[in-house]
């Protein structure tokens, strides 16, 4: 009997040892498979989102940069051409009450053509008018005869760094405003060239031209352009023309 038992005894040894050998095996291959493929997902999409941060902030950056230079070349060259001119708002001859001096607006229309920069003389106290046009020009004509020289409220920055120079003004009893004089006698023109022009009420340029040129230092005075009040306030577009054909003409 002993014979007998001993071959099932065995076999069923072996049968336990396999089976806790293939337990232990499949164990081992089931546990760790979800967890990488979690991770590994986290770790890609990290990396994606710090470039688009980076990505949106490089232009607005870049364009900073662009702009400083840009301004920076632009202050540092500009134009060398400058419109200065004096004009007068309120009660004028012949156009009655105007909220733009005609000397305003053609000034406007040269510094358009010739991309110029605009400075305004404006006096320091205004003593001016604007209800009564001949109290004003009883004013201008006490300044005259007095040889005034009246104030001027603010100054042109960089004055020297101008080649050109447009100098716009009413006539006034035959001559320019005495702080036309101001200005050009406050100044140095020595190499710029001078160009005149004027609004008047049938005078012309009243030999302005000369007068200017017998006061600044400039290389060269050139032709200047009258241009009627009524016109610069009324004919807007006729007055347009005639300011390019006479820039055109000088070389502008």
Same mark, same amino acid.
């Given at each position: 009997?002993?014979?007998?038992?001993?071959?099932?005894?065995?076999?069923?040894?072996?049968?336990?040892?396999?089976?806790?050998?293939?337990?232990?095996?499949?164990?081992?291959?089931?546990?760790?498979?979800?967890?990488?493929?979690?991770?590994?997902?986290?770790?890609?999409?990290?990396?994606?989102?710090?470039?688009?941060?980076?990505?949106?902030?490089?232009?607005?950056?870049?364009?900073?940069?662009?702009?400083?230079?840009? =301004?920076?070349?632009? &202050?540092?060259?500009?134009?060398? #051409?400058? /419109? !200065?001119? $004096?004009?007068?708002? @309120?009660?004028?001859?012949?156009?009655?009450?105007?909220?733009?001096?005609?000397?305003?607006?053609?000034?406007?229309?040269?510094?358009?053509?010739?991309?110029?920069?605009?400075?305004?003389?404006?006096?320091?106290?205004?003593?001016?008018?604007?209800?009564?046009?001949?109290?004003?020009?009883?004013?201008?004509?006490?300044?005259?005869?007095?040889?005034?020289?009246?104030?001027?409220?603010?100054?042109?920055?960089?004055?020297?760094?101008?080649?050109?120079?447009?100098?716009?003004?009413?006539?006034?009893?035959?001559?320019?405003?005495?702080?036309?004089? =101001?200005?050009?006698? &406050?100044?140095?023109?020595?190499? #710029?060239? /001078? !160009?005149? $022009?004027?609004?008047? @009420?049938?005078?012309?340029?009243?030999?302005?031209?000369?007068?200017?040129?017998?006061?600044?230092?400039?290389?060269?005075?050139?032709?200047?352009?009258?241009?009627?009040?009524?016109?610069?306030?009324?004919?807007?577009?006729?007055?347009?023309?005639?300011?390019?054909?006479?820039?055109?003409?000088?070389?502008?």
């Amino acid at each position: 009997m002993k014979r007998k038992k001993l071959p099932r005894l065995f076999m069923t040894l072996a049968l336990l040892c396999l089976l806790a050998g293939c337990g232990g095996g499949g164990t081992e291959n089931a546990a760790p498979e979800s967890v990488p493929e979690a991770e590994s997902a986290d770790a890609d999409n990290e990396p994606e989102a710090a470039p688009l941060e980076t990505d949106s902030e490089t232009p607005d950056a870049a364009n900073e940069d662009t702009a400083d230079t840009e =301004t920076q070349s632009k &202050s540092q060259t500009g134009t060398d #051409k400058l /419109v !200065v001119y $004096f004009s007068r708002v @309120g009660e004028q001859y012949s156009v009655g009450v105007i909220e733009k001096g005609n000397t305003a607006i053609v000034a406007e229309m040269v510094a358009e053509r010739t991309g110029a920069d605009v400075f305004e003389i404006t006096p320091a106290v205004d003593n001016y008018p604007t209800d009564n046009y001949r109290a004003l020009t009883d004013i201008g004509l006490q300044e005259q005869k007095d040889g005034a020289r009246p104030a001027i409220a603010t100054d042109v920055e960089n004055f020297a760094d101008y080649d050109t120079v447009f100098l716009g003004y009413p006539i006034w009893w035959g001559d320019l405003p005495m702080i036309l004089y =101001t200005f050009m006698e &406050s100044h140095d023109f020595s190499g #710029k060239t /001078v !160009v005149p $022009f004027c609004t008047h @009420g049938g005078s012309q340029m009243a030999g302005t031209a000369a007068k200017i040129e017998g006061v600044v230092t400039a290389d060269a005075v050139l032709n200047g352009l009258a241009i009627e009040g009524t016109d610069a306030q009324n004919n807007r577009d006729s007055v347009r023309e005639t300011v390019n054909d006479w820039l055109a003409g000088l070389g502008y």
